[in-house]
């Protein structure tokens, strides 16, 4: 493309210089006209003319005899036989060559009116080539590819260092794998933009992949930790009972080892939820009055501390029941456990909100840990010496639960025990609101 734009303006500038020399070479015919003419008509006329630059004249006489010449000339036959028709017409030939001169020449030929009859002017001037002259030629050939071969070149350089670039960034993905997730690729500089661009956005993935691998693999040794603690348990209770069979209590070993498998039971439920969740799995998302689902569930159970209920009617959401039944009953279980006496449950609308809340007159949960008690089987240590069969899932469960309908759990400031509170959407579909089921 830039090769032709080049070559046009090449053309263009001979064309320009070719136009030039060809109005040099007119002037240089009117000025011999100018200069001579007046001698004829004077009657002043050397025989012999002063040769102007690149200009050869000839004067013939009315009969045709060659009077007066420039030196080049003097003494020869005419260089030419044609003329002009009329007085005021010049006739102009190119004649290659013209008689007694070499090489391709434009002649032109005036008649001046002498009282005698027609004289004839010969003014003949070399033929320059279209394209002027041949230093013009040249500069215009190889200007053109210069500049062509520079800017290929140039393009050539920016290419190659960017493919460079793509390379070093390609050869460190490839190295990258399952052990060596640290490894990021080379940032190109300032003056390769897309490309650095590229280089950060590539390690910013790696970032996030590398987090969430850590995350994994943490949360499989956690998991495998959690699952193999009652199965050890487990295993030392038949063990010993096998050692001596006819000393052993029988009922109670069989309803420790059903404890573990109560454990072991609970926890696999708890991961296997976690692992549909983590899947996306789509949600059977119905309008719902969420005080109408609350209450039912809170129906549906005794529980040892009071319950004091304050639920709203018609907030309707958008919800997943079983899923958000597993999110109550799990902050409940924990307000229970942690409860001295009472645990209260509310649910009201708040502008597009649904805040659905559950407190209790606990010990409450200190600032610096109401974040982390959402990761995946942490348990506070407070809380394992209270309840030794907890999973450490259940609030992981219950986020990633509020998290699926596009809502907020947090844990807020309260003056006594802990205060979770559930922030959703509202449906706007208020009038289709399905009774929730008793
Ligand atoms: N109502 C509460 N009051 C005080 N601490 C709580 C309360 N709810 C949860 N926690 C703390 O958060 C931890 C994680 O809770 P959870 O994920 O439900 O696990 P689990 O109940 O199996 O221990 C609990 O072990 C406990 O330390
Ligand atoms: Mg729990």
Redesign the pocket.
Known sequence: MSALVFMTLGVLFLLYTGNRDADAARARVTGAWDRVVPLIRQGYLPPVLPSGKGVAIQVLDNRGHAVAATENLTGKPPIATFHAASESVHVERVLCPPAGLTGCMTVTSYKVYQPDGPWLLYVAVPKGPWYGSTTGLVLAIAVPLLLTAMTTAGAFYLVNRDMNAVDAIRTKLAEINASALDRRVPVAGDDQKELKLLAETVNCTLNRLEDAYKQLRQFTSDASHDLRSPLTAMRAQLEEALLHPPDADWPKMTTAVLAGVDRLQAIVTDLLTLARLDAHAPLALRPTDLGRLVGAELDRRTYRTTIVRSLQPDVIINSDRLRITRLLV?LV???E???NSQITVSVRADGETAVLEVL?D????DPEHREI?FDRF???T???DR?AG???????IAREVAEAHHGTLTIQDSER??R?VLRLGLSRATDQAVRAPD
């Open positions: 799990n279980d924990n307000a456990r942690h409860a209790d606990g010990a409450g949960i008690v942490t348990r506070l407070a809380s394992r309840d907890g999973t450490g899932l259940g609030l992981a025990g802990a979770f």
